[in-house]
Every structure is written in C-alpha cells, then in structure tokens.
C-alpha cells in the first residue's frame, strides 16, 4: 500500500489488491478462485457463503456469533447511533426513526439480511431503556 502521513491513502495497484466497494460478491467470486486470497467482510455474507470461503482465525480465535456479540473476536466492532437530547421532541420523526432502528422487525429481521449481528439480550435491554430514557426527557 502507498503511505502518506502515517494513514492509508491508497491501495497497491499491481493486481495483488481488488477494492470491491460494497460488492461482497466480488469478493466472494475472486477468494473462491485465487489459492491464498483473503477478504474482508460482514459476517452475515460469510455465513451466507461458507460453501466458497471460510474464516480466517484473528490472534487464535475462530468467528462465531457469540464472540462478534461478546467482542472476543479480535476485528468484531460495534455499530454506535447517537441521538442528540435537544432534538428529541423538535425534529420530527426521529423517535419514530429510533423506534424502527431498534424494532424487532430490523434488528432480526433486515439489518441481519444487511450484515448486522444481533445484539445480545442484555445489550438489547440496555438499548431499549436508553431508549426509553430519551422518550421521557425533557
């Protein structure tokens, strides 16, 4: 990779790197035929495709539902929506954004199909009370 002020601006350019943008198919099509090619990328689309590819251990630890939810896995991340107090009440249809965002139709449903892993049970509980914190303030 080319190196400008200590962060990546530039992917190297001599075949060994394909920028696939949001195309996880490309991926999948290029790491299925090229011995020794690794990709990165949700792990819905991994569990979607472990006929063709499989998942590389992170620091000895395999990828498993239970560790992107428990952040044992070393790359797994979460996803952070802020909400701004003062706009709560003012701009109209935020909470109802919030309210679909958080819905169990999204979060085991669509945002699933969309590469998201579900939170966990207590992490859920935690976001619908913070929820429900921002409904009542004033």
Do not use: W
């Not at 044992?72 to 701009?91: C, D, E, Q, T």
């Not at 958080?102 to 669509?110: D, F, H, I, L, W």
């Amino acid at each position: 990779m080319l190196v400008a002020d200590g962060d990546c601006k530039a992917y190297r350019e001599d075949g060994h790197v394909i920028e696939g943008g949001e195309n996880d198919e490309l991926y999948v099509e290029h790491i299925s035929k090229e011995q020794g090619a690794f990709g990165i990328f949700g792990y819905s689309f991994l569990a979607n495709n472990e006929d063709k590819v499989a998942a590389a251990k992170v620091n000895g630890v395999e990828i498993s539902m239970e560790g992107i939810q428990d952040y044992s896995y070393p790359i797994a991340r979460p996803l952070f929506f802020y909400i701004k107090k003062a706009h709560v009440g003012v701009i109209p249809g935020l909470m109802d954004y919030v309210n679909e965002f958080v819905s169990e139709e999204a979060t085991e449903g669509y945002l699933l199909d969309a590469g998201l892993v579900e939170l966990s049970p207590a992490d859920r509980a935690k976001v619908l009370d913070d929820i429900a914190n921002l409904k009542n303030y004033k």
